[in-house]
């Protein structure tokens, strides 16, 4: 008997590990979920969208990917998500509940209606702005400068993964860093906001670039940091990430 409540006994923590291991499992496929219908898929998916991007939580929560989840669950990864992507408001009776992502659309989504803080001055800006990418991308980066990519934005965080008060705009993975001079772009007329969690949002030129000739300097972020150069293209193929044999071994 003793034994036996022994094994009982070890076996409860484990058992309520396993239990927030697959809560918190359920709460990433939502976000990811949440994510993709708010920012790019809610009028393709029949949803309708109001102001600010506002979606009605129930007509979401019918939507066969969402089935298995509930408004509860919804609040629970609005609350503790740690780059606050997204937003729930109530809404009147004929609607219930709303939501909307924070930022990140392709959807075109009005810059009133997203709340979207105009940054006029120098003075405005934060000291840092920074955008995270990874090495694939770096030398059409280096030649033709950072682009929307189908979205109506460009992201730029105010500091590094980990720095204070940075909550959202980079990725904690991205392998390279390009800081940019906001000042220099914004007297060139490129406009700059800032997004309800705080990350820092531009449309780019007329073409949706940040050209090159806005960065103030790159780092490498992985394996380890140091600065790149941002000379041109030759260079930064040489700079392109670290190497693999076709058997995916890391080449020194």
């Known amino acids: ?16 590990r396993a239990h927030r291991s697959r809560e918190q499992d359920r709460d990433v496929q939502l976000s990811k979920a949440l994510s ?4 790019h898929g809610a009028l393709k998916l029949g949803l309708p969208m109001g102001p600010g991007g506002f979606v009605p939580l129930g007509a979401l929560l019918q939507l066969p990917q969402f089935r ?8 629970r990864v609005v609350d503790t998500n740690g780059k606050q992507r997204f937003a729930l408001q109530p809404g009147d009776p004929s609607t219930g509940p709303l939501i909307r992502a924070n930022q990140g659309h392709s959807l075109q989504v009005g810059v009133p209606e997203l709340e979207l803080m105009p940054l006029e001055t120098p003075q405005d800006l934060p000291p840092i702005l920074v955008h995270g990418t990874f090495w694939q991308h770096w030398p059409s980066i280096l030649l033709k400068g950072l682009s929307c990519r189908g979205r109506t934005h460009i992201h730029l965080a105010t500091g590094l993964p980990g720095h204070p008060g940075v909550i959202s705009g980079m990725r904690p993975n991205c392998e390279v860093a390009v ?30 670039f ?14 380890t940091r140091k600065p790149l150069s941002l000379a041109g293209n030759e260079e ?9 044999s076709s058997r995916g071994k890391r080449i020194i």
């Open 210 to 223: 940040l050209l090159p000739k806005y960065f103030k300097e790159a780092l490498q972020l992985r394996p």
């Open 236 to 244: 930064a193929e040489c700079q392109s990430g670290p190497k693999h």
């Open 68 to 75: 298995s989840f509930s408004a509860e669950d919804v609040q």
């Open 1 to 16: 008997m003793n034994s036996g409540g022994r094994k009982l006994e070890a076996a409860g923590p484990r058992g309520g």
């Open 179 to 208: 800081f940019v001079d906001g000042p220099l772009a914004l007297a060139d007329g490129i406009p700059f906001f800032r997004s309800a969690n705080g990350v820092i949002l531009t449309p780019g030129n007329a073409d949706g």
């Open 36 to 39: 993709y219908v708010l920012r």
